[in-house]
């Protein structure tokens, strides 16, 4: 494995997405600033704004499924990808120069199953700055990781555990636990770049107070096992990305 990603050094980079044209593309030059030839894949929920034009146009792979569901967005990716290493990316988060060089290197240990970003905000406020500090914290003392960290996995890693649990909410985190039980993980700099615009609605103080109550609810009591929209029927494929003018 070592020597296999030392010549490759690639990663496939996919990216759920819903109504992302606004922030999109921002996201997926992030994921080519150092100029590696990364394979990006875009998996639609039904958007109806200029999403998958942009994709289209930017030369990436689009796969279309309905309704969305962004666990089995993630997973259907994943199952078309080709690389060694896949990168979740949130369509409204930014990779750092740098970031991708920095996963080949540290995924050439053997060891190392995946791991995550430490992640800032776009936004000047000290509560988000706060429980950014507060999620390296957490990073350190076990290892958990978010989706807006940008999660990245061995591809047979990611197939041993079963992918992404199709849960209503906690993926990522019930993914990463499982992630820590198998093997050596690590929180990697420089940080990636997450918007903040969740937060605008309710402000940050009431978002970040409901988003602590319902991580606590889901540690006291589980996987969340709300049921899921049902997928549509199988036959969708992968959109051929046209070339860029």
């Known amino acids: 494995m070592e020597a296999e990603l030392s010549e490759r050094t690639s990663v496939s980079v996919i ?7 606004a922030t999109l593309r921002a996201a997926i ?8 030839q990364s394979e990006i894949i875009i998996v639609d929920g039904g958007s109806f704004d200029a999403t998958i ?5 930017a030369g990436c792979t689009v796969l279309r499924t309905s309704p969305a ?3 089995r967005q993630m997973n259907a990716g994943a199952h078309v990808a080709r690389a060694d290493v896949l990168l979740f990316l949130h369509a409204d988060t930014q990779l750092a120069p740098g970031a991708m060089g920095a996963i080949c290197e540290k995924m ?3 060891r190392l199953v995946g791991g995550a970003f430490v992640r800032r905000y776009d ?45 209503a909410t906690f993926e990522d985190l019930d993914f990463s636990r499982r992630l820590g039980r198998s093997g050596r993980i690590v929180t990697l700099c420089p940080p990636v770049i997450s918007s903040g ?12 107070l409901h988003d602590l109550l319902l991580t606590c609810g889901y540690l006291l009591h589980g996987i969340d096992r709300r049921p899921v929209p049902e997928a549509a ?7 051929v990305p046209r070339p860029s003018p």
Do not use: K, Y
């Open 29 to 36: 030059d992030s994921a080519r600033c150092d100029g590696m």
């Open 123 to 167: 936004s000047r406020s000290r509560l988000l700055a706060l429980t950014c500090q507060l999620a390296a914290v957490r990073n350190r003392l076990w290892g958990w990781h978010l989706g807006d960290q940008a999660m990245f996995v061995r591809a047979s890693v990611f197939r041993e555990l079963g992918g992404f649990a199709e849960i």
């Open 233 to 239: 029927p199988a036959g969708d494929e992968p959109v």
């Open 15 to 21: 990216i759920p997405t819903l109504n992302e044209a």
């Open 69 to 71: 569901q962004r666990a």
């Open 108 to 110: 050439r240990d053997p």
């Open 53 to 57: 034009e942009l994709s289209e146009a």
């Open 197 to 208: 615009r969740r937060f605008a609605e309710r402000g940050p103080l009431r978002t970040t």
